[in-house]
């Protein structure tokens, strides 16, 4: 038998209708809620409401002016979260350090644009300093700049082109976060009993402080890992950060770190602060070097920018 191709039109056109037809037939005496299509939506909706939470960490958030003003209360309670997670937040909204505020965000803004410069740009070229970590550094998916604390106050430094309108505002915030980490170190050293001779404010006594403009390009996925888990060296890590990237892992009973980790919220108008390793050592152990990993924040991938002033007051 010979078919024509409107033959075969008309015969699939009609096959279409009878499936069509028993399809309605069968499915119609059903409610709405049950039809194949809305169960899916519904599975996919208990998938999401059942997916397991995000473990938030809570911090002691220890206020910088009852600190400075040596107030008992807040140094008992800096001394806790010391010597328990040896990580805390420091409240800096006070007349001492708001513009620091104003700074950072400006600092990150030039940050940017010295970041988004070419590879090959000569700022870039002439900042890098290899063998150490002062400069211009790339990092496998991350970039920073790091200046130098004692070089900087002593107007040795030299600053990219890019980053010289803001001069003001870098060697506040260097003065600003230098103020409230030493502050932190010497109610601690009181509190605890710690002598570190080398712990000094003068700019002309060598050490490795420094403050670093960490840039992450929008490369990474939600939840990655980028830096695995690790402790800090040096006395104390104060951080500066807009989103959740910190994790500090949780311990079983017996004080044995497991593989759950718990996330470090944001905390508005304060930084982060960490013991790490040299001042757990001063301190024989009573003072614990803070365990975190770093991960890439919730949601679509974008620009992320951090502060970080490393106090470490001793020459490598």
Known sequence: MHLTRSGVCQGIHNLYRQQLSSRLSSSQ?????????????????????????????????????????????????LVQASQSVGMFYLDLRGPRTNAIFEDVSAIFKTGNEFFDLAPESEEKTQ???????????????YEYYEIARDEFQLSKWVLPATFVPQKDRITRTIKIFNDAVQTVLAELCVAVDIKI?????????????????????????AGKVIHPWHTDFGLATLLWYDEVTTQVPIYDEKGKQT??????????????????????????????????????????KRVRNGIIYLLRPYKS
């Open 197 to 221: 001779p080398e712990l000094s404010d003068d700019p002309t006594v060598p050490s490795d402080t420094a403050l670093k403009l960490v840039y992450k390009p929008p490369i990474h996925d």
């Open 259 to 300: 593989e759950e980790w718990e996330t470090v919220p944001v905390v508005e108008g304060s930084v982060l602060i960490n013991v790490a390793d040299e001042l757990s050592a001063k301190s024989g152990g009573r003072l614990h070097s803070t365990v975190h990993r770093v991960v890439a924040p919730p949601g679509e």
């Open 29 to 77: 005496h059903l409610p709405f809620f049950q039809s194949p299509n809305f169960n899916s939506l519904k599975k996919k909706k208990n998938m999401a409401v059942n997916a397991p939470k995000v473990k938030m960490a809570s911090l002691a958030v220890i206020n910088y002016e009852a600190l400075a003003n040596k107030d008992a209360a807040e140094i008992e309670k």
């Open 127 to 141: 900042s890098l300093r290899e063998g150490m970590e002062r400069g211009y550094h790339v990092g496998k998916g």
